[in-house]
């Protein structure tokens, strides 16, 4: 993956760290965090945070193999 060298301000940074921290995460990766939430959220402005974040969950279990079979029926 490519990256990129952006100026941000130093607040954002300073939460970005904070947050990072608590979810064992590093300060670049909680800001990618959020901008995902953010553009998620902007393409779908009628979905509930919760539907989101839980959306982002189950990719990441998909991603893991660690998902189960639902039978329907």
């Known amino acids: ?5 952006i100026r941000l301000d130093q607040e954002l940074i300073d939460k970005a760290t904070i947050m990072a921290k608590a979810l064992n995460r ?3 990766k909680q ?3 959020w901008a995902k ?3 998620i959220m902007e393409d779908n402005p009628d979905l ?5 974040k839980q ?3 189950a990719q990441a279990e ?3 193999g660690k998902l189960e079979s639902y039978d329907f029926g």
């Open 37 to 39: 939430i953010g553009e």
């Open 48 to 52: 509930p945070y919760e539907f989101v």
């Open 62 to 64: 998909k991603e893991a």
């Open 55 to 57: 959306a982002i969950i």
């Open 26 to 28: 590093t300060p670049p």
């Open 31 to 33: 800001i990618e965090h």
């Open 1 to 5: 993956m490519a990256t990129t060298s």
